[in-house]
């Protein structure tokens, strides 16, 4: 499928905005979603919309099943080994500060230490910096090199026997660093630690096998890759999630409830309490069909191409810096000299260009790069190399306009 027959897939990019064709540049802050997945959304409230678990009945006994089905849809997906390590959550940063809440604070002490890096997302730094005024242990930062990279001779010098949790993103939001997570688990578990990582800006973009990458934890959200908003994944290692207890409480995750002591249901349900997000676990289940089709090393090839190709375009406009390594994910995030990101993102919304403007919730990132914000254009299965050229060209006109005004 070429990406004129996948454009028509996506109802929503066959707009105008202010008048002019809509050219959508922001899918690391969400993607555009296809019909099957509208579909797949649809025909559940239409069809069989019901709680799971819970009843006998027909649709209760229909709704479980594709719940459940997309469960297996994910560990397939990310390679895990078992259903019972496929927890689902509202998105990324539930599924961090499940384990921050549940693993990190009964398993770090004072006098420990905790290891990120200065290109997380806030998602996987404050729930951190809790874990460490709760327990007395100690954040500690990997350094970056001058193009935004990780050597791994800083993950060994900053890991300890004392580092009991290494939390580090598979892709960087604002640089599109790749990290090597694998290299990265490898020198954590040597000293004993274990590690989360954020998946949600790798997780639709390439191929994910927790097991070959070796980590603890691996989270990542439905909406960026396709997916409904409000769903998300944890994965975790059986042993890990087995010794660990729920952070909410209530129907679904329970087993007995006595007067004054319950039990809590088996993996994975103990850590779901509530009416699950079924209707969103039925829509990352129809999405994850969709990438299969579409096929993840296509996707990756596609982005990777369509990256090299703005960086060599942008570097065509005299006062625009761009942020991050050569090789890197299917974003490119940049500045103009003199003119404020926000203020780049409204000319180009003009132009009927999205791209996101400000600090992409990595406050600390920006402080390390000497800014206070940036403007991102970030690349999906539907975008072409014209609409880098109209970025291009937009953020040309945005220069000279104002190089006019002042």
């Not at 993103?169 to 590690?195: R, W, Y």
Request: net charge negative.
């Amino acid at each position: 499928m070429n990406v004129k027959e996948l454009r028509q897939l996506f109802p929503i990019l066959d707009q105008k905005v202010n008048g002019k064709p809509l050219v959508y540049l922001d899918s690391a802050a969400t993607s555009q979603k296809p019909l099957p997945v509208i579909e797949a959304i649809d025909n559940y409230y239409r069809q069989y919309n019901s709680n799971v678990h819970r009843g006998v009945h027909t649709l209760g006994t229909k709704a479980t099943d594709a719940y459940e089905g997309a469960r297996e849809k994910v560990r397939r997906f990310i390679g895990a080994a078992s259903m019972e390590e496929i927890i689902f959550t509202r998105g990324t940063t539930t599924a961090i500060n499940l384990v921050a809440a549940s693993y990190g604070r009964a398993n770090v002490r004072p006098g420990d230490e905790i290891v990120i890096t200065y290109m997380e997302h806030h998602s996987n730094i404050i729930p951190w910096q809790q874990v460490a005024k709760q327990t007395g242990a100690t954040l500690k930062y990997i350094p970056l090199q001058p193009d935004g990279t990780i050597r791994l001779e800083d993950v060994e010098q900053t890991v300890t026997p004392n580092t009991k949790i290494v939390a580090v993103t598979h892709v960087s939001n604002v640089l599109g660093t790749i990290n090597p997570v694998k290299e990265i688990a490898q020198i954590a578990h040597k000293n004993g630690a274990v590690v989360v990582v954020d998946g949600a800006q790798s997780t639709p973009h390439m191929k994910v096998n927790v097991q070959e990458l070796d980590c603890d934890f691996y989270a990542f959200s439905g909406h960026k890759m396709c997916g409904p908003t409000g769903i998300g994944v944890l994965y975790g290692k059986k042993r890990l999630l087995d010794q660990m207890e729920p952070v909410e409480f209530g129907g679904e995750m329970i087993d007995f409830v006595g007067l004054y002591e319950s039990t809590w249901k088996e993996l994975p349900w103990k850590f779901e309490g509530g009416t699950p997000i079924i209707a969103g676990a039925i829509g990352l289940g129809a999405a994850i069909d969709f990438l299969e089709q579409v096929g993840l090393d296509h996707i990756a090839e596609h982005e990777h191409r369509l990256a090299q190709y703005a960086l060599e375009q942008l570097a065509t406009i005299d006062g625009l810096t761009i942020y991050g390594p050569k090789e890197r994910a299917g974003l490119v995030t940049f500045n103009i000299d003199g003119v404020h990101p926000h203020d780049v993102a409204t000319v180009l919304d003009a132009e009927g260009i999205a791209v996101r403007a400000g600090h992409h919730c990595a406050q600390p990132l920006m402080k390390w790069l000497n800014v206070t914000a940036t403007a991102r254009a970030s690349f999906y299965l539907y975008n072409t190399e014209e609409e880098i050229d109209a970025l291009v060209s937009a953020l040309k006109k945005t220069k000279e306009y104002f190089s006019y005004v002042f």
